[in-house]
């Protein structure tokens, strides 16, 4: 008699339901993120100040799997190390100082936009990895679409955006060469976070702690409070936890397909909150990041999966 292995429509579109409702606030997450972290270095905190606000946080809460796994886990090389390290610390100081010039509008394209171009473009020259088809497609409207921003940031805007850009541009790297780092480290994914998070409070405490002190000593004690929602808890925790339902439920690229809304979201927010309205050229190179986000995610050309497995 055959063992059948296989979940009833039912349950699968359950598993579904759930697997979308949980990347969908996970890109809601990113875009407030990216919005509220631009506010934060342009008004109130230096990025070390939000920095520390962003580990600090996750750092508490997945303490059990750091002290598990030791400062340094047994195993994983020095440059794997380094490598996963680099998303931390100095990809968020990175990524903050370039928020500080670049607009909101242009954070969502040049910072979660690009990271799938920078993955496949170390995949290639490092691993031999190889990428064709419609994703290769996307890839190239990402590029086109980073080129129409970064252009109108060099070339017309004269404000200094074009430094943001490069800095965005720079910490999306940082996070291609983690993402190859983190597939061989053998770290689960609340390990690696545990991790970085940990090492990101040691770098930053001596840095940061003394603005914290200061601005609480202002007045700012609701901004801070605010930033410790979004920074720690929404951000360096239930987004954590969000995508990995969001990748267990649907699959990596299925979770990755929906990311382009945490680029329209940041648009959207930054005009009443920060009072930014992207420029036409802006508005091009956003569209067409986004709708290469779509293709290079390699959702248009992926089956759906199978709802059942039978084994005989």
């Not at 195993?75 to 931390?88: E, H, I, M």
């Not at 930014?276 to 956003?286: C, K, M, W």
Request: net charge positive.
């Amino acid at each position: 008699m055959s063992d059948m292995i296989a979940d009833t429509p039912k349950s699968s579109a359950r598993s579904a339901l759930i697997g979308w409702l949980a990347a969908f606030a996970t890109v809601t997450i990113w875009g407030v993120w990216a919005v509220a972290t631009r506010h934060a270095v342009t008004h109130d905190l230096p990025p070390a100040a939000v920095g520390l606000l962003r580990f600090g946080v996750p750092a508490l809460v997945l303490l059990p799997f750091s002290w598990g796994a030791g400062l340094f886990p047994k195993g994983l090389s020095v440059l794997k190390g380094l490598a996963l390290l680099g998303s931390g610390a100095p990809f968020f100081l990175i990524v903050a100082l370039g928020m500080q010039f670049a607009p909101a509008a242009e954070i969502g394209p040049l910072l979660p936009g690009t990271m799938p171009l920078f993955v496949a473009l170390i995949g290639w020259l490092a691993f031999g990895e190889r990428v064709g088809g419609v994703r290769l497609a996307g890839f190239t409207l990402i590029l086109i679409g980073v080129v129409c921003i970064g252009g109108y940031g060099l070339l017309l805007a004269g404000n200094g955006a074009w430094r943001g850009h490069a800095l965005l541009l720079t910490g999306a790297c940082l996070w291609g060469i983690y993402t190859h780092a983190y597939r061989r480290s053998g770290l689960s994914a609340l390990q690696a976070a545990a991790l970085i998070a940990l090492w990101s409070v040691l770098i930053l405490l001596p840095f940061g702690t003394p603005p914290l002190i200061r601005a609480f000593g202002s007045g700012l004690a609701v901004p801070l409070i605010l930033q410790i929602v979004f920074q720690g808890l929404l951000s360096g925790v239930a987004g954590i936890v969000l995508y990995g339902v969001a990748v267990d439920r649907l699959g990596a690229s299925r979770a990755a397909a929906v990311s382009p809304i945490a680029i329209v979201l940041a648009a959207l927010i930054a005009i009443p909150v920060l009072g930014e309205f992207p420029e036409p050229a802006a508005l091009v190179g956003i569209a067409m990041a986004t709708l290469g986000v779509v293709l290079a995610s390699g959702i248009v050309s992926q089956p759906a999966p199978g709802k059942a497995v039978s084994k005989g």
